[in-house]
């Protein structure tokens, strides 16, 4: 039985409904425009795109969003610096990440580059200028045994009968959220237990060893008699499905 086809990528639905302007930009383009103009041109080639619209549209929404970009200064990106960092997070009642924003003014730093170089709009960087939020320290903490056993019950309850496939994989091999829902089967070898992921985050590829437990989660939604195929039926629906938050 044939396949069904994949539902197109967030990039491609963004082709199509937002494509990138006719024309260069104005030289007294604001913000906003030179912002959405590094999305439709730039950003949507990145493997990261969903991550890095939503900065954009974070960005956007800001004070910066009416500047023109050539009058943008070192205290108007140190002013947005400040007052992200007392921002309080809906979902979660806390306040935004130094992390967060670092990613943030990373990603401001990148779009005046190319604004500057490849489109002539802006005069210089003034993000180089402004002191980045101090990198916290790193997380060590585990999950405890309870915690484990609390979510895989929440998991094996959940409408989605994958998903607890999906956790004790994530749990028993510290693969990363896109590498789980890419699985293919053709990439599975349920004998040696190796999953091969042909591209990571960095680029490169490179072999999971599979625990037991991780090989009997992944072969309990049935191994496909070709091989071929996508592993997760679900992706589509995982990608989207998130744990409440308690």
């Not at 383009?29 to 949507?44: G, K, P, Q």
């Not at 007052?83 to 806390?94: D, P, S």
């Not at 490849?118 to 060590?140: I, L």
Request: charged share 30%; glycine share 6%; proline share 7%.
């Amino acid at each position: 039985m044939p396949e069904p086809p994949s539902p197109p990528t967030l990039a491609a639905a963004d082709r199509l409904e937002a494509p990138p302007r006719n024309g260069p930009l104005p030289p007294d383009a604001r913000m906003r425009d030179v912002l959405e103009e590094y999305r439709a041109r730039v950003s949507i080639l990145k493997k990261g795109y969903a991550q890095e619209r939503y900065r954009i549209e974070q960005l956007g929404r800001s004070l910066l969003g009416d500047l023109e970009v050539r009058s943008v200064t070192s205290v108007d990106i140190a002013t947005y610096r400040d007052r992200r960092l007392q921002e309080v997070n809906a979902k979660t009642g806390k306040t935004i990440s130094a992390a967060t924003v670092r990613l943030e003014m990373s990603l401001l730093s990148a779009i005046f580059d190319v604004a500057r170089i490849e489109w002539g709009v802006a005069g210089d960087n003034p993000v180089a200028k402004v002191r980045k939020p101090k990198t916290p320290p790193g997380r060590d903490r585990r999950l405890t045994a309870r915690e484990e056993r609390l979510i895989l019950r929440y998991c094996n309850e959940y409408r989605n009968a994958e998903l607890l496939s999906i956790v004790i994989v994530a749990l028993e091999t510290a693969m990363r959220q896109g590498e789980i829902l890419g699985l293919r089967w053709e990439h599975i070898n349920t004998r040696s237990r190796i999953a091969h992921l042909p591209e990571t985050k960095n680029g490169s590829k490179r072999d999971v060893p599979l625990s037991v437990k991780a090989r009997d989660a992944i072969t309990r939604m049935g191994v496909k008699a070709s091989g071929r195929g996508v592993l997760l039926k679900c992706c589509a629906l995982a990608r989207h499905d998130r744990l409440p938050v308690q």
